[in-house]
């Protein structure tokens, strides 16, 4: 049962381009949803995240949006440079549950 | 150091081995988590400790999976007669308080351990 969605596993972008990176989710009770971002070798790092009472987060180049009636949430990446070519993890989380529940990634290559 | 360290980076084992998985977390974080990613897959939630008793560990496949976190710190995860599905890169985790995903609590990752059962 795959609670968490990213149906792109892979992604080319131009560099200086917006990186547009999807998932969905299946279960309503989500309180939070995070972005995870995996280098080779290294393990996940915390990049943003949005509580499910709002629609949007910004934080410099990176923004999240959440569409819960969708049931669906964004990354974009503007503008986007070559250290952002990574694997990217889509999560989500319940408040009184701490486990973080993943999707199964995206990686992202941004083409100089 | 300043992030969570495990140790060793790699293990390669024979099948129906022992073997032991060690985290050290950032200093002052009261909960820690375990996962296991396979090839091609996100990491799937082991077991998570809030200071040293397991809080949740549901997410352990069976019972050949044990962790322990005895002094609240350093955790260990032990794997006893390994199968070669057991292949996989385990990651810990650590996290401020535990109570939410939110800003201030986010969970920091280590590097993982490889593991290769043969």
């Known amino acids: 049962d795959q609670q968490v969605k990213q149906n792109s596993p892979s992604l080319s972008v131009q560099e200086g381009r917006i990186s547009i990176l999807n998932c969905d989710y299946t279960n309503s009770m989500f309180d939070y949803f995070l972005w995870y971002k995996k280098y080779p070798a290294e393990g996940p790092t915390f990049l943003i995240s949005?509580?499910?009472?709002?629609d949007k987060n910004e934080d410099g180049r990176f923004t999240v949006f959440l569409n819960k009636s969708a049931k669906h949430l964004s990354l974009h990446i503007v503008p986007s440079q070559p250290g952002d070519s990574a694997v990217y993890f889509c999560?989500?989380?319940?408040?009184?549950?701490?486990?973080?529940?993943f999707g199964t990634g995206t990686r992202l290559t941004i083409i100089p | 150091g300043a992030g969570v360290s495990q140790t060793p980076s790699n293990k390669v084992t024979e099948k129906g081995k022992y073997v032991e998985l060690r985290c050290d977390p950032i200093?002052?974080?009261?909960?820690l988590y375990w996962y296991r990613q396979s090839l091609g897959q996100g990491p799937e939630f082991l077991i998570y400790f809030q200071g040293t008793g397991a809080a949740d560990d549901s997410g352990l496949p069976n019972d050949r999976f044990f962790a322990v976190r005895p002094e609240g710190s350093v955790s260990t995860l032990k794997i006893q007669r390994t199968e070669r599905g057991d292949s996989a890169v385990y990651l810990c985790?650590?996290?401020?308080?535990?109570?939410?995903?939110?800003?201030?609590?986010?969970?920091?990752f280590g590097p993982g351990t490889r593991l290769t059962v043969l």
């Open positions: 999560a989500a989380i319940r408040f009184g549950n701490e486990k973080l529940t």
């Open positions: 985790a650590s996290s401020f308080t535990g109570t939410s995903g939110g800003p201030g609590n986010e969970q920091f």
């Open positions: 949005i509580s499910s009472i709002k």
């Open positions: 200093s002052g974080h009261t909960a």
